[in-house]
């Protein structure tokens, strides 16, 4: 079963790579992390397979392509603090986990923040804080970051994520309407569009 797994993790690094992914600490962790543990346990035949799949709460966990892309984007050395928005499962705070030194990650939902917790914890993510709140505030005590990325999409990137970031630092966040719109980074105060994608919305206290 776990060299199962294995495999079908190692097809998916494959894929990742012929779409462009290179950098090494994201293929490492995408080869490594169980993403079958964050899913429901009906759902572990699906959980190499490019789809969103429901988590609880109305939400998803994102398709690995995304998270990979996502992960790519803060072009990690295994050194960076990293803030998440979203926790959701847990497990692209995982990834990012393998690929930076320190990741803080908030999300709204109680009950996804403590799920999140505990398979992190089993999985002996120590690296990791999930945090239960509104993400668009930040963790201002653990600014400034070098990554910051956002999971879920925005209208606009809230201003206390761009106060975070540090000069040298990278956002990534989906920004759009209704659910579709585009994956922008913003490195050196440049802004660019990577891919047009389909987020959960970003709901905020102010929204
Ligand atoms: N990264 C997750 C998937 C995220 S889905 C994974 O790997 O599974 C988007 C998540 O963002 C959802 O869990 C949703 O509850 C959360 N979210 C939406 N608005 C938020 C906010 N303002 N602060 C924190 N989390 C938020």
């Not at 988590?55 to 994102?62: L, R």
């Not at 120590?126 to 509104?134: A, I, K, L, T, Y």
């Not at 809230?158 to 990278?170: A, K, S, V």
């Amino acid at each position: 079963m776990a060299g199962d797994e294995r495999a079908r993790r190692s097809d998916m690094v494959d894929s990742l790579r012929r779409g462009g992914i290179s950098n090494r600490y994201v293929l490492e962790a995408m080869a490594e992390v169980p993403r079958q543990r964050f899913v429901d346990p009906e759902l572990v035949p699906e959980a190499y397979t490019d789809q969103p799949l429901p988590i609880g709460s109305g939400q998803t966990i994102s398709v690995p392509w995304i998270v990979a892309l996502m992960a790519e984007a803060l072009d990690p050395s295994g050194t960076e603090n990293v803030l998440e928005i979203g926790t959701g499962s847990g497990y692209a705070a995982a990834v990012l986990a393998r690929c930076c030194r320190r990741v803080t990650s908030v999300e709204r939902h109680a009950d996804l923040a403590e799920g999140a917790r505990r398979t992190l914890a089993e999985l002996d993510y120590d690296n990791v804080e999930v945090r239960h709140g509104d993400g668009a505030r930040g963790a201002p005590d653990r600014a400034p970051f070098d990554g910051i990325s956002v999971t879920a999409m925005a209208e606009e990137i809230p201003q206390p994520l761009l106060e975070q970031l540090g000069p040298d630092g990278t956002l990534v966040c989906p920004v759009g309407h209704g659910g579709l719109g585009d994956l922008v980074r913003l490195r050196h105060g440049r802004r660019e569009t990577l891919s047009s994608v389909g987020f959960v919305p970003l709901v905020t206290d102010e929204s």
